[in-house]
């Protein structure tokens, strides 16, 4: 996959979902196969949601070297998913893929996509809907 056909589809997840009052991306392609995206998704309900990803294109996939994805309210951090080789993290069977909970807690996670993030947050937003 090109860099470009997986921009395309990070923007198709964007602009699939009903929550997402407006996005902003910045992508900065280091080389043709390299590129650094960084952006900022807002939520309806005043969410946001951070998200960078340092990747690179190789052998018709996308090899994604560091990914960080931080959902907010205001500066209260609601969860966030990264694969920083956090110290305090060390320990995790799934290191150096882990998740930030809101309590402090760091959990397990495997590496996740923007798409199942927007998902997560699609379900937490229909969960407080419903209550």
Sequence with gaps: MSIS?????LESAINSSE???SYNLNIDR???DIAFIAGTIDFRD?????FKEF????????EKYKYAYNFRKESDCIFRYDNAPDPSAKDIK???HHRHLRDGTIAESKQVELSDVI???EELYI????R
């Design 5 to 9: 056909d997986y921009i395309s589809e």
């Design 19 to 21: 929550i997402v009052s």
């Design 30 to 32: 280091k080389t043709s």
């Design 46 to 50: 005043g969410t946001v949601l951070d």
């Design 55 to 62: 990747i690179e294109s190789a052998d018709e996939e996308i």
């Design 94 to 96: 799934t290191f150096p």
């Design 119 to 121: 998902r997560e947050i």
């Design 127 to 130: 969960a407080n809907e419903n």
